[in-house]
């Protein structure tokens, strides 16, 4: 196990270097310049020139990408072109805020959706089975802006029993996390459901019911379990998925997360904050996967971890 | 089924505990809510995050800078539209025979927030930071034509020669040349007077938090949460008096529509139409806003640009072609509900030597048409637009209706939408095709207006390529000529002869500004520039 | 047993395909849907009278009436005439992107999952790559790089989508990689490109349809998402994504206008995953009872 893990561990550091290098060369290409764009409408050539020289911007391209390299594996990656703050403390400071839309997104989608797949499955074909199937449909076809704009309108301008946008205390974080979640709920319900149904259909559950169990500890004692393998495995990649993309629900909700720093960074040609922000929502993506298949290795014992 | 009894019975054992748990929190926010309610709060959004209070490292934001510094002299509103340079942190000023050197009077007795009294020495220390190479300030033009500034930025000196400290209470500023709009220029937010006690040690990390503030205004810094709000609180020992409002909050909010949500909502007090320029039908004929719109004039010209580099709009008969060939009067009414008025020059009205008999430019496709043929496109041309994508979506809208009207002169629009930054990299080299702004006053002075235009640098920066200097000599004589009267004639006679002649741009119109208030705000003054940065000193909440 | 699997004739697969449609009513509607959306994207010019490009001022936001039965939108152009244009952009920003991206994917799969040893780490570890990079953010930096226009849209969509394809068909190159039948067309001397395309990849096709209708209604909404965040379609092209972003400022004023196409988005998507789903049942083995 324990060589399983550190050989991944191993192999994500050339896809980190790898992607680092994608997206230095990219901005790099794409036309912009940041100190312009903090001057804006006061532009003074001058002044661009000479604070590009002291940020060492013209420097050639493979120069300012080992420099940064040399940084980052010091564990620093340097200051923000636009905020002139460090990109560590930066990102240290936002990923709070991610952390808390998503872990409530994630769960939002478990409580609501390991239940709606569970009875779905048992009541199967019925009403209760169609509304939980819609719901979990309408999750996944809806664009986050769109369902994030409508309840917005809905919630707290109509009605106004919720903020706007913003972050402070645990209202802010209902509606974000429940247009965050609602996909994922919606994944999560059918899948458990489409598990479940398959795990029913087994001979040995046959069996057991042929011999007269009871339904209920039938489904709760062996089903559930096997069913719950698969969803389990993917509620790791999920999280690390939902602290990954909250990019539009941190823009339309106006939540100061890693998303939003990584849209604005390169909106703002800020190249270390970019890298900054990217690089740690890889990190994250990465160790989900890892904790999916360690996970999914210790509940089955018969799959073997290569 | 059975399952649902399953899940009801566990669940009813374990709501009394979260049902009082609820109750008690409610509670706790009754109370909290009640102890703030005799406070005087004023809630802004702001769209886009100052990143630094530090106003020598920032071009565009203002809104902290306003409220947290004073000035030598301040620019105030006396009446909409109007306003007047009155004495700010400097009581008195007298200006040499030559124009070249400023004494200032520093008012006695004004204190920073950290309790130090205000000397000429933190003058001299705010201006010659500016210029001090290792601050990398990007506001460095207002202190350009100081003696000794190019010295200093190029790290030869240690010090500006033109800042002297004559006594405790004066300083002593010398031009390298007559520069009229000098005065008007220290009354500009980048020109905000810092405490060198409080600065120095601080290095490039002042400004960064509320803790790294410190200036002699109204407000104090309290709270900063960067990209989600500023908090601000009264000054107690204001040396003009407390505040009204004891607590100031800006809500950095980047999108229009959030904003317009969280206004509805109640959630801020002030609504700056200009980022919703479509919806001010919607708040005239509100039964529950109408009343609450506030309005004012503002000196700011909405105009097209000619890059003079690309072709089709190096011949100047396409340029006049072009200025025919646009329905202002119908993109006023219809685009903006006709509060406004047109505009044919570079001034707009409210500016210093603003001149209302400019020849009118009237829309004639016809001619327009007849003027292409003449430059030699007699099947019309093709030109494009450049706009900036996902900011403001107005400029966009006005774009589209741009592109159908001139259809009918000849002239082929293509609209490229580019990201931000390309926009501004590629206007800075001079390569940006047409593209429409508004430029508000920063200072009332009509060398604002043409010098960042039809200077040198500036009208290569914007994309203009006016380059010709006949045009640069009578902008540096505007600059230095002393005698007002001679100086409103040089400029109306450039004025005629840059948009007359020339053709250099399509001025469109100008425009009040129109703002939307909670009730709560009893007294609120639009500023005389059109600016969406103001101080909130004299504005009043209940 | 294993000769019949192996070979997967289309014909069967059809008859499959036809046996789950019939039972499975929501999988056919979605392709009645579908089918209504490509007739409605070929006639479009014909089932309107209104042109979806010129410009009203005096029509503008108009409420939903006899003559406009979406309304106007803000430059006084019929929504639904623009809708109806704009589905001619939904399907192919629905199909482009994923048909590129699928074969990118099924190409590098099926070379990886075949070759083995260092052709298929390296192609895995650039799928690790772009899977672990966040899709949103690579797919804008690519416009940023390209440059806003449709076919860079297409080109963004493909960038990120492929590796998921990838991994997919892997798998499936890998699990028949041993069966007898290929060992037997190597014993031959078939040769390995024929041995991948004729042999090899119409076992992957039941994957791979499930995969194309399911990338679809994916696309659309990269789209979507990518015009909300001022890197998608260019004005005036009436994408859907556009038209919802340009009508965000005119909620209270005129909301059909950012409600209308987020509806027939909805629609599309949904209509395209009932589709995807009844292929599934279909063609998964598990699924049959």
Known sequence: MKRFILKRLLISIPILIGITVIIFFMLNVVPGDPVALMMKEHISVDVVARVRAQMHLDDPAIVRYFRFLGGALHGDLGESYKLNRPVTSLILHAFPNTLVLALWAALFAWVVGIPAGILSAVKKYSLPDNLFMGFSLLGVSMPIFWSALLFQWGFAVRLGWLPVAGFGGWKFVIMPAIVLGWSSAGIIARLTRSSLLEVMGNDYIRTARAKGLHELPV??????????????????????????????????????????IAVDAIQARDMPLLQGAVLFETVLVILGNLAADILYAFIDPRIKVS | MDTGLIFQRTHARKRWPAMLLSLGVILAGACAVGAGAAEKVLTMAYNEEPQTSDMQMNTNDYMIPLNVYDRLIECVTTAPGKSALVPGLATKWEVSKDGKVYTFHLRKGVKFQNGEELTAKDVVYTFDRMLDPATKALNTDILDFVAGAPERMAGKAPGTSGLKELDKYTVQITLENAFVPFLAIMASPQASILNEKFTRPLGGKYGQTAESTCGTGAFMMKEWVLNDHHTLVANPGYWRGRPQIDRFVLKIVKDAETMRLLFEAGEIDLFDCDFAVSQIPYFTASPKWSKQIVSGPRAGIYYYSFNQKLKPFDDVRVRKAFQMAIDRRQILEKMYYNQGQLENGILPVGLIDYNPAQPKIEYNPAMAKQLL??????????????????????????????????????????????DEAAFFATRKEGKLPMYSNVWSADFNDPDNFFYTFFGPKGTVARSFNNLDPAVYAALDQGRSETNLAKRAKLYNDLEKKLIVDQAVWVPMFSMKHLYVVQPKVKKFVVPWNGWSDFPIYDARVQ | MEEAEAKAPPASLLKDIVTAYRRNRLATLGAAVVVTLVLMAMFAPMLSPYDPFEIDLDLMTQAPSHAHWLGTDQFGRDLLTRIMFGTRISLWI?????????????????????????????????????LAFPSLLLAMVVMYTLGASLVNIFIALAVVGWAGTARVVRAQVLSLREKEFVEAARAIGVRNRVIMVRHILPNCLPALIVLFTLGIPGAIMSEATLSFLGVGAQPPTPSWGLIITSGKEYLFSAPWIAIAPGVFILITVLAFNFMGDGFRDALDPHMKQ
Not at chain 1, 231 to 252: C, R, Y
Not at chain 2, 386 to 407: C, D, F, L, N, S
């Open chain 3, 94 to 130: 629905g199909i482009v992107p994923t048909v590129l991206s699928m074969a990118l994917g099924t190409a590098l799969g099926l070379i990886g999952g075949f070759y083995g040893g260092w052709i298929d780490t390296a192609i895995m570890r650039l799928c690790d790559m772009v």
């Open chain 1, 219 to 260: 489904i709760f004692g062996h089903a559930l379990k096997n069913a719950l393998l698969p969803v389990v495995t993917v509620m790791a990649i999920q999280v690390a998925g939902l602290l990954a993309g909250a990019v539009v629900t941190e823009s339309v909700f106006n939540i100061p997360g890693v998303g939003r």
């Open chain 2, 373 to 418: 043929a003449q430059a030699g496109y007699p099947n019309g041309v093709d030109m494009e637009i450049a706009t900036i994508a996902g900011k403001g979506p107005q400029w966009q809208k006005m774009g589209e209706i741009v592109q159908a009207m001139v259809m009918k002169s000849g002239f082929r629009v293509k609209l490229a939408q580019m």
